[in-house]
């Protein structure tokens, strides 16, 4: 990228980098420049776990860092450009976590002066980190230790005196380390993938932002026009108005569009749910009983959160927001829950004690299944009956976990962990990629989604790689056109798939980079924004010259550098890249994709050509030396070499 | 201000709290991303869910500019000009 701003990195980015160091209690300003070729968010958070942890590092150790960036798109009114990202050492995988995550946290810790955050060290005792107006300060959190997410933002705001504090923060399940453990921003949104654990072993519960600093825009008048046409363009699209209309729980949950939309079912030893059980649970009970309102993001068109309130019965009055296709699968049919209400308590529950859906999801189901085939006994689980569709003992297993009481300690470790620890054959049945809970859809039956799943370099996950080009419907024509192969477009085709995912994981890192939602791009509908609009809005917002190609080798760059912190660190190799033997071993049962199962064989195939289309070695799934050179990144190379994990 | 004068109308029901008018507002006065210049501010209850909004003093509903800023970016349209004094469910200051 070229920089044409006389003035670099000072429009789009606020150009400061907060470092604290909670060994020390001690906050310092550094400037952002060193760090722009990683643009933002995901890009320079990974860039600085990579060069700063030790692989030797436990990612609850003081020494593991833990980096918050919030691109140079966020907190300005490019659609939806309200992402934060987080970067840690994984907890449950041993290699990287990435997690994106909207609300408002983003564009206030602009306001507040910093695109980044790092954090490092293990304060003596609970802190918060307060930002207000370009200063930082470690403040006593004492009194909010045990306290949940929703009352520790209250108390929080209270306290600065400020309602338009934003806060982002750890529930019980971060203070008691639990694998689960996410942080969670505004009440409703949650960063997963286990950062939740690596702050409440810093001792730190929570970070809060608040600002009155404006972001400087590069071409004013340029960016208001070109994003109003933007703007309309994501209003206007199909995707923007089935997400607005039916959220994500409506769009790609239980009882889609077409009904039809394969749903990890009892442990995901199925993808069929009848609809008489998943009626129970379609978007539209939610709607008619119990909706108020939708919410955005910040500078989000589609509002794709719903917010439901629950005037009294089992579980009200309560206010909840969060429930996503994720939710109704994870609480609902993978563990073949028809209860609305309880689902929705659940919801609730995840948030206040910070948990992430997915990962404390999969690690139920196991328990559900363990329970079922006598691994576990009700002796063992406190006289909790795990029973399938028991929504009661999910809603007290939820709290066991984040307490660790019980059973609940055990799940506390993570699925992969609590199978190894229970052993009894339990490991055959524990759901996981890279070690990674998976809470999972179309997972048989769509298969280059199913691939950008289980080689997602934050282990699972289908916010990534795994390519929804399968489910848009498209023409083979058009697949042709844009993609290269027809088969792109066709989910039980495995040809072409390989080629997809590597780019769509380039594409992903640079939505999480630049701090826009996944929701409003390429990804979701063709017609949104991809890596031309983006290279626009970079132009316009930081007045540095920029295009689709260089945003896509950015993208491969930042992918490049996650890889190999997960070889070095977790030493992974291909095996780590294959899927659980359920989903080659068992079929879907019923319905549109009866019969629907992986071929390990033909998968093996697309890892094949999805490590040749990132130019790594097929038999190891390493880097290669050749491919770092190209991407310009010696000290990745470096350093791979040293370990001996480089093939020249 | 005057009972029949033109002002920003809020309809706080349809309001999904995406902040875009904060952010619009604050471009027409500085030509940066400055939502603390803006003259409209909205805050959700997290309680009730509910949305409140409130247009400040110093609001002169864009005049020059054809459509106000905030109702240009406002997708839920909840927002609109017009000469009702009262904001339909909402608050005004």
């Known amino acids: ?648 | 201000m005057s009972a029949f004068a033109e002002t920003i109308l809020a309809d706080v029901r349809v309001c999904t709290g995406c902040l875009a008018c904060e952010l619009a507002c604050g471009f027409r006065w500085s030509k940066k991303m400055d939502p603390a210049h803006s003259t409209i501010r909205v805050r959700r209850d997290d309680e009730s869910g509910l949305i409140d909004i409130k247009i400040l003093q110093g609001c002169d509903t864009c005049r020059g500019i054809e459509t106000p800023m905030c109702v240009a970016v406002c997708n839920p349209r909840v927002l609109s000009i017009g000469r009702r004094h009262r904001i339909q469910g909402g608050t005004s200051t």
């Open chain 1, 1 to 648: 990228m070229k920089h044409i701003h006389a003035d670099k990195g000072r429009c789009g980015w606020m150009g400061k980098l907060l470092r604290v160091d909670l060994d020390a209690m001690r906050c310092n300003t550094e400037p952002l420049d060193p760090y722009l070729e990683f643009i933002g968010g995901r890009g320079i958070s990974d860039r600085i776990v990579f060069e700063e942890m030790d692989p030797r590092t436990a990612p609850l150790d003081p020494a593991s860092v833990v980096a918050i960036g919030a691109g140079p798109l966020v907190g300005t009114l490019a659609p939806a450009a309200s992402r934060t990202n987080i970067s840690s050492k994984n907890i449950a995988t041993g290699g990287i976590a990435t997690s994106s995550v909207g609300g408002h946290f983003g564009a206030e810790m602009k306001f507040a002066g910093f695109d980044e955050i790092v954090v490092r060290g293990r304060a003596p005792h609970p802190v918060y980190l307060a930002i207000r107006e370009g200063e930082a300060e470690l403040r006593d959190a004492r009194g909010l230790w045990g306290k949940t997410t929703w009352d520790t933002e209250t108390a929080i705001r209270r306290e600065l005196g400020d309602e338009r504090v934003r806060v982002a923060c750890i529930g019980p399940a971060g203070e008691n380390l639990c694998a689960q453990a996410c942080v969670i921003v505004d009440r409703g949104r949650a960063a997963g993938w286990g950062a939740g654990a690596i702050l409440g072993a810093k001792n730190l519960k929570a970070v809060a932002v608040r600002g009155t600093q404006p972001i400087r825009l590069a071409d004013p008048q340029g960016f208001w026009s070109y994003n109003q046409t933007l703007l309309q363009h994501v209003e206007r699209s199909r995707a923007s108005g089935v997400l607005k209309r039916n959220g994500t729980h409506g769009a790609y949950g239980v009882g889609g569009p077409e009904g039809k939309t394969p749903q990890g079912v009892r442990n995901q030893q199925d993808e069929y749910w009848p609809a008489d059980k998943g009626q129970n649970l379609k978007e539209i009970v939610y709607r008619e009983k119990w909706e108020i309102g939708r919410t955005a993001c910040t500078a989000c068109p589609t509002s794709c959160t719903h917010l439901y309130h629950l005037p009294g019965g089992r579980y009200g009055p309560l206010t909840v927001e969060g429930m996503h296709t994720n939710t109704v699968r994870a609480l609902g049919s993978n563990l073949d829950i028809t209860d609305a209400e309880a689902v929705l308590k659940g919801q609730a529950l995840i948030n206040q004690l910070g948990l992430n859906i997915d990962a404390v999801g999969s690690a139920m189901a196991w328990a559900y299944e363990a329970y079922e085939r006598g691994l576990l006994t009700a002796v063992e689980t406190d006289g909790l009956e795990l029973t399938w569709g028991n929504a009661e003992a999910m809603l007290e297993l939820l709290q066991r976990i984040a307490t660790r009481r019980g059973i609940g300690d055990l799940l506390a470790h993570g699925v992969a962990e609590a199978a190894r620890r229970l052993g009894r054959g339990s490991e055959a049945f524990a759901m996981h990629a890279k070690g990674q809970g998976l809470n999972e859809q179309t997972v048989r039956s769509h298969k280059g989604w199913a691939l950008g799943i289980f080689t997602s370099t934050r282990g699972g996950g289908h916010l990534n790689g795994a390519a929804l080009v399968e489910r848009l419907g498209m023409n083979p024509q058009k697949a042709k056109e844009i993609f290269g192969n027809e088969a792109v477009a066709r989910p039980e085709a495995y040809e072409g798939k390989g080629a997809v995912t590597a780019w769509f994981e380039g594409f992903k890192s640079i939505v999480d980079s630049v701090g826009l939602c996944y929701y409003t791009t390429f990804w979701i509908d063709l017609e949104l924004i991809g890596l031309e609009q983006i290279a626009t809005l970079m132009e316009k917002v930081t007045g540095i010259e920029t295009s689709a190609e260089a945003l896509a080798g950015v993208g491969r760059r930042i992918q490049n550098v996650e890889k190999a912190f997960n070889t070095l660190h977790a030493g992974f190799t291909r095996e780590h890249d294959m899927p659980r033997p359920r989903f080659f071993e068992s079929a879907i049962s019923a319905g549109p994709y009866a019969g629907a199962r992986l071929d390990r064989a033909r998968y093996e195939g697309m890892l094949d050509d999805y490590y040749a289309a990132h130019a790594w070695d097929r038999a190891t799934g390493w880097q290669t030396a050749a491919c770092l050179d190209q991407l310009g990144l010696p000290e990745v190379k470096a350093r791979l070499a040293a370990a001996g994990r480089l093939i020249d």
